[in-house]
């Protein structure tokens, strides 16, 4: 199945049947993916800054719309287009989405290198990153962040497995 293709069908009513990902879900996801854009940066020497930057992009394309700590968790990215149809999140959309945490890694990555003071800079700006993009996944009833809205794409449940938390 390609990206393009429909993952659920209509329900009789006309909509789409998916459910909002829950934010403690997407909160251990998210952590998940984190852990394995650490291990790149600490285990490949050299290459590991940006092999951590390329996964924090597209990671939200691979497996059809799942990240690897999205397969774990059992959600899901998807797009809906103007019909209204449900596709998967393409790389293109996984970029979009992932770029106001990428402006954060890559402010780490330049201001990691000034010593002390820019480890505590480095930590300042990603958790304003990351308080202000849950804030607005509590705030908006779609559960859609600042990246959801740029890429015009949410995380719902995926129906197929993981680990459901409440």
């Not at 958790?127 to 779609?142: D, P, R, S, Y």
């Not at 600042?146 to 015009?152: F, M, P, T, Y």
């Amino acid at each position: 199945m390609n990206s393009s293709e429909t993952l659920y069908d209509k329900s009789p009513g006309g909509q789409e049947e998916v459910t909002k990902a829950g934010f403690l879900s997407r909160s251990i996801a998210r952590t998940i993916d984190f852990i394995i854009i650490v291990a790149l940066f600490e285990i490949i020497s050299k290459v590991g800054y940006f092999a951590g930057l390329i996964y924090l992009l597209i990671a939200d394309g691979l497996f059809q719309g799942r990240s690897v700590g999205k397969k774990l968790m059992g959600l899901k990215v998807v797009s809906f287009d103007e019909t209204g149809a449900v596709t998967a999140c393409s790389f293109k959309e996984s970029i979009f989405r992932n770029f106001p945490f990428a402006v954060g890694y890559i402010l780490c990555g330049v201001l990691g290198g000034i010593p002390l003071i820019g480890w505590i800079l480095s930590f300042a700006i990603v958790t304003v990153i990351l308080l202000f993009e849950g804030l607005v996944i509590i705030g908006n009833e779609k559960g859609m962040r600042l990246g959801d809205e740029i890429a015009k794409t949410r995380v719902i449940e995926d129906k197929q497995g993981g680990v459901h938390v409440s």
